[in-house]
């Protein structure tokens, strides 16, 4: 189930940018790339019916979430 692709992130500084605000941005890409989350479920061997109990129950969230907010508007 997990994706076996280069992990290849990039940021450069912008013009008179503060470097907390470059690390922030490198940051938000990780996350957003989810590289940390894959290399932490990726330390310790995962049972195949685990991983699908984990992937439907983020999808059942997922989901949850969207009717959620769909009510509300």
Same mark, same amino acid.
């Given at each position: &189930?997990?994706?076996r692709?280069?992990?290849?992130?990039?940021?450069?500084?912008?013009?008179?940018?503060?470097?907390?605000?470059?690390?922030?941005?490198?940051?938000?890409?990780?996350?957003?790339?989810?590289?940390?989350?894959?290399?932490?479920e990726? &330390?310790y061997y995962?049972?195949?019916?685990?991983?699908?109990?984990r992937?439907?129950?983020r999808?059942?969230?997922?989901?949850?979430?969207?009717?959620?907010?769909?009510?509300?508007t």
């Open positions: &189930m997990s994706r692709r280069p992990i290849n992130v990039e940021i450069y500084p912008r013009k008179n940018e503060p470097i907390e605000r470059t690390i922030k941005r490198f940051s938000k890409k990780i996350k957003k790339e989810r590289i940390i989350e894959e290399f932490k990726n &330390m995962e049972k195949p019916s685990e991983a699908k109990k992937i439907a129950k999808r059942k969230n997922t989901i949850d979430r969207l009717k959620e907010k769909e009510e509300t």
